[in-house]
């Protein structure tokens, strides 16, 4: 059973800085993607940033040049540098990863239980 683990969030002043964490768990043989996405009270989840294996990361258009995504393979792990903090960037922040985790087994979606990230004064 593959489990997805966030941490990092919490509470911080505009034009402040986080990082995120997300670790991937279980039994797994290859991991294709992993990336964030993020879901304000009463607006649609969206991806914030994503890291396919092997390519080039993409971003939001809201976030470029503000946010960095980065992975440990060896740690089966996802990061997300957010910096320069907007009070709209205020969201659960929710670690997705695209995953087979055997030989066996096709690929599949998993998501992590999501982290709250608040940026106000």
């Known amino acids: 059973q593959v489990q997805l683990v966030e941490s990092g969030g919490g509470l911080v002043q505009p034009g402040g800085s986080l990082r995120l964490s997300c670790a991937a768990s279980?039994?797994?043989?290859?991991?294709?993607?992993m990336g964030w996405y993020r879901q304000a009270p009463g607006k649609q989840r969206e991806l914030v940033a994503s890291a396919p294996s092997d390519e080039t990361p993409n971003y939001a258009d809201s976030v470029k040049g503000r946010f960095t995504i980065s992975r440990d393979n060896a740690k089966n792990t996802v990061y997300l540098q957010m910096g320069s903090l907007k009070p709209e960037d205020t969201a659960v922040y929710y670690c997705?990863?695209?995953?087979?985790?055997?030989?066996?087994?096709?690929?599949?979606?998993?998501w992590g239980q999501g982290t709250q990230v608040t940026v106000s004064s």
């Open positions: 997705h990863a695209d995953i087979r985790p055997s030989i066996l087994t096709r690929r599949q979606i998993y």
């Open positions: 279980g039994t797994i043989f290859n991991i294709y993607r």
